[in-house]
């Protein structure tokens, strides 16, 4: 597990505990989210440095697969209660990461969303709140740039799907109705629509690690 080699990264890849941020990168942007779960990559050390990669959606379609999700355990194990001692809390908590967290084929994802939503009230990814907030402060400007990307990523998808539903709209409604001089300038607006819906595309799969031709 989390050998980092199947998806065939640019470099030599087979180090136990060791991973490059480029290397992670590749993962991230090539091997499908499911994938990425089902190989056990977003579990350990090396899934910690994937799932800085990932945006947002593809973390949450990750928590599909968690242990919380499969077994709805008792939320109230998460958080310490009003007035709980430290010491009974501690003994909770880790009783909850034992049963819950350590066994969780996504805990790293589920601890990097934690950070990118600012969301440290619970145990979350196997870390109680106490060190989610030291690594919150001390990743303070890799998820600043996380969230900027996830922020941009959102837009993208949103272009896209505009461009997509105005080609469609234009399909529907207008290329066949009209005078010849109308359905010219219909058929020139759709054009001009599939290209702007093409180029984005396109765009998007480039940055995904597809070829344009893909
Ligand atoms: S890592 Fe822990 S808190 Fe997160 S989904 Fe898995 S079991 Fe739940």
Redo the contacts with the bound molecule.
């Keep these: 597990m989390n050998t980092m080699m199947a998806a065939h990264p640019p470099a030599p890849a087979r180090h136990r505990g060791i991973a490059e941020d480029g290397i992670a990168a590749y993962i991230a942007e090539t091997v499908p989210v499911d994938s990425l779960v089902a190989d056990g990559y977003l579990a350990g050390h090396d899934g910690r440095l994937i799932a800085h990669q990932l945006r947002a959606p593809q973390l949450r379609q990750a928590?599909n697969s968690?242990?919380?999700?499969a077994v709805q355990?008792d939320v109230d194990s998460?958080f310490q209660e009003d007035g709980e001692p430290d010491a009974d809390w501690k003994q909770r908590r880790t009783r909850t990461?034992r049963d819950?967290?350590t066994v969780?084929p996504?805990?790293a994802a589920?601890?990097e969303l934690a950070l990118r939503d600012g969301d440290t009230a619970g145990?979350?990814?196997?870390l109680d709140p106490q060190k989610l907030d030291r690594r919150l402060a001390a990743e303070s400007s890799r998820l600043q740039r996380a969230r900027a990307a996830d922020e941009q990523a959102g837009e993208e998808q949103r272009a896209r799907f505009a461009a997509g539903a105005e080609v469609l709209q234009l399909t529907g409604q207008y290329l066949g109705t009209g005078t010849p001089q109308k359905r010219r300038e219909n058929v020139a607006k759709f054009r001009e629509a599939a290209r702007r819906r093409d180029e984005l595309v396109a765009a998007h799969r480039r940055s995904a690690g597809w070829t344009a031709a893909a």
């Design positions: 928590m968690s242990v919380c999700h355990p998460f990461v819950h967290c969780c996504v805990r589920c601890a145990v979350r990814g196997g």
